[in-house]
Structures are given as C-alpha cells and as structure tokens.
C-alpha cells in the first residue's frame, strides 16, 4: 500500500529505509513534529484509537520486523513497544468563538508537564467536556508523553489554542460563568455549579497567573481533609478531576 503523494515514506507498511529511520528518531523533537506535521503512535492499543478515530497513518513499523535494537532507537518508551506508526498531525481545532450555555469547558494555564497535560486530556474526555483551551507555554500536544498519558483520547477531544484573557474576555460577552482554581477560594461543594460554564487550571508550581484570577468570575478551592497541614495543594491533574467531576455531579441534580 502506497501512502499519500506528499508523505516522505516509500510505503505504509514493510522495513523504513536508513531515510526514514532518521526521520522517525527526529520526531522524538518537538522541531521536527512541528517541521513535518508528523508524529509518533506507540503501541498496539493506541494504534487502534488512532485508527478509529481517524487518524491519518503514514508509516507503521513493527518489531519483529526491524529488530529489539532499532525499535528501541525508534521508540521514546523504555520498553520498544511490538509496534509504531507515523501520522499525521491534525493540528489544534478551529474555533467558531461561540460558547454554549450550559456545557463545561476547560482552560489551562502554563500546564507544561506533558504527563499531566495528557491525563487533563483523558479526563476531559471521561467527563464530556466540550473543548479544552490551551494557553501559552503549555505542553505539546503531540509531545510522547501526552499521547501516551491521554490513551487515545488526544484523537477525539477538541484542543484548541488561545489566549486565556482574550477567552475570559468573550466568555463575559457571551453570559458564560468563569471559575478558577485557586487556593484559598470558595468551596466547590458549597458553590452552585449546576450550569457549567468555563474552568481555568493553573500551572503545577505557580497556579493560575493574577491576572487570570482577577478576570474570573468565581474563584473556587478544593477543601481539605487532611489531619495535619503539611499537605497545601494537589496535582493540577487530580485536581481536575475532582472539580469536574463535582461540576458534572451537581448538573445532573
């Protein structure tokens, strides 16, 4: 099987030449994803995500074919998986610049570790949220570890870039509530949260920028229930979780 006109590999299947493998272990770069509009799929799980999702498929490489030894110069795994594929990058979605009423979204703030940005992705998936807006110096995307946090769900949730303040902004224009997570805000489980609205997340050291906090229009917190006060604040991507999940709670009261 021939891929498309403008792929820079001779084949879809079957051994990559000495070409391709140097372009395959560049992609382990950001540079080079972003240089080709490529990236890698590792593993025969995520493969079929990509597949059903309909992710364009350039190249796939299995194991048994090339060996343990290039796999692992192939792979950004620890263990060389039984199977890679190259694919296309689809890019961020489009954006009309419309919120609905009633739907949750979520927007994150310098959210750089690719473990958690991939997590983020997964969760935003699990709870149905619509679009999740990605500010500045957030991590990658198609960076390997997000793709492999995330469990396929990079292909199916719309991720889009923007500036948060210039997002905040419309959602005001628009009649969409704004939260931020923050320390010291009102308690999620006191606040009224049934008609969605748009979440802000912080970056994992610094939290959400001020002038993100100053443009919200509620600022909430995550109570603790810690015996001892050596604990003062969560994994930005457990945090996530459980306000989403207190955001979906009340809204099917």
Request: hydrophobic share 30%; proline share 10%.
């Given at each position: 099987m021939k891929?498309?006109?403008?792929?820079?590999?001779?084949?879809?299947?079957?051994?990559?030449?000495?070409?391709e493998i140097k372009l395959v272990i560049s992609l382990k770069q950001k540079k080079y994803r972003d240089l080709h509009s490529l990236f890698v799929i590792e593993g025969e799980k995520l493969l079929d995500e990509a597949t059903k999702s309909g992710v364009e498929i350039i190249k796939t490489i299995l194991r048994d074919e090339v060996g343990e030894t290039l796999m692992a110069r192939l792979s950004s795994m620890a263990s060389p998986p039984p199977v890679l594929a190259v694919a296309k990058a689809a890019g961020l979605a489009a954006w009309s610049g419309q919120l609905e009423a009633g739907q949750l979204y979520l927007g994150l703030?310098?959210?750089?570790?690719?473990?958690?940005?991939?997590?983020?992705i997964r969760l935003a998936e699990w709870f149905g949220v619509r679009v999740v807006f990605l500010g500045p110096f957030c991590a990658e995307p198609y960076n390997p570890k997000v793709i492999q946090a995330s469990m396929g769900s990079l292909f199916r949730v719309r991720l889009v870039q923007i500036e948060l303040k210039s997002l905040l902004h419309k959602a005001?224009?628009?009649?969409?509530?704004?939260?931020g997570a923050v320390l010291g805000g009102l308690n999620i489980y006191k606040t009224n949260l049934q008609n969605g609205g748009l979440l802000l997340m912080g970056n994992e050291s610094h939290g959400l920028a001020p002038e993100l906090i100053e443009l919200v229009d509620c600022r909430l917190s995550i109570p603790s229930f810690a015996a001892s006060n050596q604990i003062d604040s969560l994994n930005v991507?457990?945090?996530?979780?459980?306000?989403?999940?207190?955001?979906?709670r009340q809204s099917s009261l």
């Open positions: 891929p498309s006109n403008d792929s820079p590999f001779k084949s879809v299947s079957g051994k990559p030449t000495n070409a703030d310098r959210v750089s570790d690719p473990g958690n940005l991939g997590t983020i005001s224009k628009q009649g969409i509530p704004s939260f991507a457990t945090a996530t979780a459980v306000m989403c999940a207190e955001f979906r």
